[in-house]
């Protein structure tokens, strides 16, 4: 069974990652402009949000989800 806890361990997992994933690209050149785009400023912040979402799940413990 899925508990809230491991819901929120993925989402704040699946988060992280992709905010890493996303630093690295731009760190590589990845895209036409210099430092952060605007489509990448929107997946870091969904990656963000999706990783607070996680974090706030986390609390809640054995509840099923």
Do not use: C, E, N, W
Not at 7 to 33: E, P, Q, Y
Request: hydrophobic share 60%.
């Amino acid at each position: 069974m899925v508990t809230k806890r491991h819901l929120g361990l993925f989402l704040l997992t699946v988060g992280l990652t992709a905010i890493i994933a996303i630093l690295i690209s731009d760190m590589m050149g990845a895209g036409r402009h210099y430092g952060i785009g605007p489509v990448q400023q929107l997946a870091l912040t969904a990656a963000a949000l999706i990783a607070i979402l996680g974090i706030s799940l986390i609390p809640f413990g054995a509840r099923p989800a």
